[in-house]
């Protein structure tokens, strides 16, 4: 199970860290990817971290801005949203995929969590 938090409303060029709590299953032997959903968007691929936390990948709107990581004695995995832009707006959402090999693909990831609100306002 995963369960996400830290969402709210901030102002543009603010900041938010979520969080990915995970539960039920050996969090480190798994990579954790964040993604997001606007309103009537798709979702989109964020962030991905590598079960050791040695190995990262972002999309290109959010590198410099946006760094994830992860703690896995604490099983939780973090995303960290600095200088935000109203166009960040969306719901987030974290999964895990046992595999090893880097993908942005959503049919690739095993478990997902509820997702938690970012509202960011101009």
């Known amino acids: 199970q995963l369960v996400e938090s830290g969402g709210g409303l901030v102002q543009a060029g603010g900041s938010l860290r979520l969080s990915c709590a995970a539960s039920?299953?050996?969090?480190?032997?798994?990579?954790v990817g964040w993604f997001r959903q606007a309103p009537g968007k798709e979702r989109e691929f964020v962030a991905r971290i590598g079960n050791r936390g040695t190995s990262t990948y972002y999309t290109g709107s959010v590198k410099g801005r946006f760094t994830i990581s992860r703690d896995n004695a604490k099983n939780t995995a973090y995303l960290q949203m600095n200088s935000l832009k109203p166009e960040d707006t969306a719901v987030y959402y974290c999964?895990?995929?046992?595999?090893?090999?880097?993908?942005?693909?959503?049919?690739?990831?095993?478990?997902w969590g509820q997702g938690t609100l970012v509202t960011v306002s101009s």
């Open positions: 999964a895990a995929d046992a595999g090893t090999v880097f993908t942005t693909l959503l049919i690739r990831y095993d478990y």
């Open positions: 039920g299953r050996p969090f480190r032997n798994y990579a």
